[in-house]
């Protein structure tokens, strides 16, 4: 019996989020995609009514949200941003209707996904 491959989306202190795909049974670890979205892209967080749309802070001083759809492939596609509400968002949590985002300089902002 297969199981099922794992997608997992990877930050990084560069510009890129990389979507990687896992396999249990052979326990290969491949990368599917790389997406440029900007500075440090380092916290993510999906939406978890759809694990294929993800969030990420741009910890600039600007700070800056940036929204990612991913394909069944693992390609991302920037689908939209928004301000941070404050310096260099660093930490993220979506629930079904809010994304909850840590700035360094102020450390609550709440967005409505609505």
């Not at 689908?79 to 209707?97: F, I, M, R």
């Amino acid at each position: 019996m297969r199981t099922m491959v794992h997608r997992i989306y990877v930050g990084s202190y560069t510009n890129e989020i990389y979507s990687l795909s896992f396999d249990p049974d052979s326990a290969s670890l491949t990368l599917e995609s790389t997406l440029t979205v900007g500075f440090h892209p380092s916290w993510l967080t999906s939406l978890p009514s759809d694990p294929t749309l993800i969030f990420t802070g741009l910890e600039r001083s600007d700070g800056q949200i940036v929204a990612i759809k991913y394909n069944e492939k693992g390609q991302g596609t920037v689908v939209g941003s928004a301000p941070s509400g404050g310096a260099d968002p660093c930490s993220l949590l979506a629930t079904n209707t809010e994304l909850l985002i840590g700035n360094v300089g102020r450390w609550l902002f709440v967005c409505g996904l609505g």
